[in-house]
């Protein structure tokens, strides 16, 4: 036995125990979700699977309900061992606490000193996905034929990526999750704390869709396995109004609460591969995700340090609006960005794509402050964690690292959503007009942003065409002064 573990609540999973009758602490915090507003379905499910752990583990766990961490460790007493927890502030918490040590982090496939190995190797060259994927791969041997990837390849983004098919998908639905009394006296002790003011409570509520335990986490792998992750692959960038999913796994939330591995859902991807379920290219895409992008972002957030969070080369000032801050999504013309603020409102999630290409893509569009916009991703989304929303929001979504972490903007107009979605046909504007009022706000405000950041872009040899056609349109100057008078009135 190795002391008394504490398990913060993205710590859930068995593998944060040294063995199954590991004594643990648990801790729920009143605090932790009074500091800023939180979607009504992320606090539900922070609080749901906490509270369903500490029932399993009966009286293997202490499980303190409390105001503050520090009032819960004196409470606690003894010695306590933690796995380092997944913020810089947790990680301050717990090094100034007495009696607490610290160890290595668990949960993700590559850990902090060999990601420092792999970024040392690289000596001063850009630390590139690509090049941290394939040496994943290679350590962790997934999908790997000895010391070559499986299929001869390591990259199938050329044959993923397809716009969305006409019709639709037709997959079966997601699994659904029983709620039990716990999720009911969740749900009391939410509309208390809400009504009480303790908690600013976003969003909609309504029945659990992802799982708070380890059983049902399972669960909801081997459905996706089976129904969604042969069709992965080509449908990942793709947006449908209707379908909010697609093939997409859903796994995220559970993978934060650490009660799914990364390293197991990519071997589970792998099986299938194996046994012919699914195709190479979307196990591929799938694994890419899980232990390229996941363990990436987990550590550039490392890497870049706690100042990260602040950086903002764009010098984006202007305040994230009221009607996008209440996701008000009546107010919005724009068809496929009043969709997306729907979908977060009803279910705090949507996908990838969804997040990158219109929600980040409008803020970045039109100079938000790229802190405000992190705040507003971490409130409002499921899978909100800090060490994920800081590097895909400050780096991935508003450029505000200056290209430390991508090497040019997602900045894109009307005609990218066009292509990969079916909003376009019924929205009020058109994704080809720039000017006037049918003018796609994502068509304006991409030329709008590049008129803004022209001289920045110019030496970059991945905007330098842009760039260039930008200094071609004869409408430019009427097309910015649309775009100012549109101001931070919803689209
Ligand atoms: P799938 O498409 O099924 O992908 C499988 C898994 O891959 C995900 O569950 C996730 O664990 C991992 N993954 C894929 N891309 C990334 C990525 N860029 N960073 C980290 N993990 C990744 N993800 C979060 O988990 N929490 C967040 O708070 C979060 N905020 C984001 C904010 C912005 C602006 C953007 C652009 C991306 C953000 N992501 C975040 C990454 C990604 O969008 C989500 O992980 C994904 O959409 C979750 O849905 P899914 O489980 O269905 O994913
Ligand atoms: Fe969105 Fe523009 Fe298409 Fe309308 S026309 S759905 S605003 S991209």
């Not at 969604?228 to 999913?245: E, S």
């Not at 340090?305 to 984006?316: F, H, S, T, V």
């Not at 909100?384 to 090497?407: K, R």
């Not at 046909?425 to 796609?440: H, S, W």
Request: glycine letters at 10%.
């Amino acid at each position: 036995m190795s002391g008394r573990r504490w398990l913060f609540a993205d710590q859930l999973g068995p593998h944060f125990l040294d063995d199954p009758g590991q004594p643990a602490l648990l801790v729920e915090s009143r605090a932790a979700f009074a500091r800023r507003p939180v979607h009504r379905r992320r606090a539900h499910l922070v609080l749901s699977a906490l509270r369903h752990r500490a029932a399993e583990l009966g009286d293997q766990a202490l499980f303190i309900q409390t105001g503050t961490y520090e009032q819960a460790r004196a409470e606690a007493g003894g010695d306590l061992t933690v796995c380092a927890p997944t913020t810089w502030a947790a990680r301050r918490l717990v090094a100034r606490l007495p009696g607490v040590t610290v160890l290595p982090a668990r949960g993700f496939g590559t850990g902090e000193e060999e990601f420092a190995a792999w970024a040392g190797r690289r000596g001063k060259r850009r630390l590139l996905l690509e090049d941290f994927y394939r040496d994943a791969r290679t350590r962790l041997d997934v999908l790997m034929d000895g010391a070559e990837p499986a299929g001869g390849r390591w990259n199938f983004d050329g044959d993923n990526r397809e716009p969305p098919p006409s019709g639709g998908l037709t997959l079966p639905a997601p699994p659904a999750f029983e709620e039990d009394e716990i999720d009911r006296q969740v749900r009391r002790d939410l509309d208390a704390w809400q009504r009480s003011g303790d908690v600013r409570l976003t969003g909609e509520d309504g029945p659990r869709e992802f799982p708070v335990t380890r059983a049902e986490a399972l669960t909801a792998l081997r459905a996706f396995v089976r129904d969604r992750l042969p069709g992965f692959g080509p449908q990942q960038d793709a947006m449908l109004a209707g379908d909010p999913v697609l093939a997409h796994s859903l796994l995220s939330p559970a993978l934060n609460h650490g009660l799914l591995d990364p390293v197991e859902c990519a071997h589970a991807a792998e099986d299938a591969y194996r046994a012919g379920h699914a195709p190479l290219a979307s196990v591929e895409g799938f694994v890419r995700q899980l232990i390229g992008w996941r363990d990436y972002v987990w550590n550039l957030y490392w890497h870049f340090g706690d100042e990260y969070r602040d950086r903002n080369a764009l010098r984006a000032r202007h305040p994230v609006p009221r009607w996008f801050a209440e996701l008000e999504a009546e107010s919005v013309t724009a068809r496929c960005l009043s969709d997306a603020l729907a979908q977060v409102r009803a279910h705090g999630y949507a996908h990838h794509i969804i997040r990158l290409m219109v929600l980040g893509n409008y803020a970045l569009q039109r100079g938000w402050d790229p802190r405000e916009v992190t705040e507003w991703f971490h409130a409002n989304f499921v899978d909100g964690y800090d060490w994920v929303m800081v590097p895909n929001v400050i780096g991935m979504s508003q450029h505000a690292d200056g290209g430390l972490m991508a090497t040019k903007p997602y900045v894109g107009g009307g005609a990218y959503i066009n292509r990969m979605s079916d909003y376009c046909a019924d929205c009020a504007y058109r994704p080809t007009v720039r000017l006037g009022e049918q003018a796609c706000p994502f068509t304006a405000g991409y030329w709008a942003f590049l008129d803004r950041h022209s001289a920045r872009f110019a030496g970059n040899a991945r905007m330098a065409r842009p760039v260039r056609n930008l200094e071609r349109l004869a409408d430019r100057g009427q097309v910015v002064a649309q775009e100012k008078e549109r101001g931070s009135d919803p689209p």
